[in-house]
Structures are given as structure tokens and as C-alpha cells.
């Protein structure tokens, strides 16, 4: 189960780097590509908002 980035997102890139697999494009709001996401939760790990969270 992939994770996802919710409207909190801030785009502060603090996911962008701890992502394993670069499964996290840039946006107004990031997205993470579901195919390409291992579900490790590294990403929500460091959000400041609290934006990420498993699908």
C-alpha cells in the first residue's frame, strides 16, 4: 500500500531526499507515485505538516 500526500502539503521538500525509490514528484503539492513507492514511510517520517500518510 502505497502512501500518499494530502492538501497539507506545504512543498518544503524535506521527503524529496528521503525517499528510497524517488517515488515523490515536485507540484504545488508533491505526489508520490504509487507503482514506485515501497510503503517504507520514510517520506511522512519527516513532514512537517503531516501531510504523508498510507493510502
Known sequence: M???INDDCIACG????E????AIAEG???TIDADACTDCGTC???CPTDA???A
Do not use: G, K
Open 2 to 4: 502505497a502512501y500518499v
Open 14 to 17: 524535506s521527503c524529496l531526499d
Open 19 to 22: 525517499c528510497p525509490t524517488e
Open 28 to 30: 504545488d503539492i508533491y
Open 44 to 46: 511522512a517520517d519527516v
Open 52 to 54: 504523508i500518510h498510507p
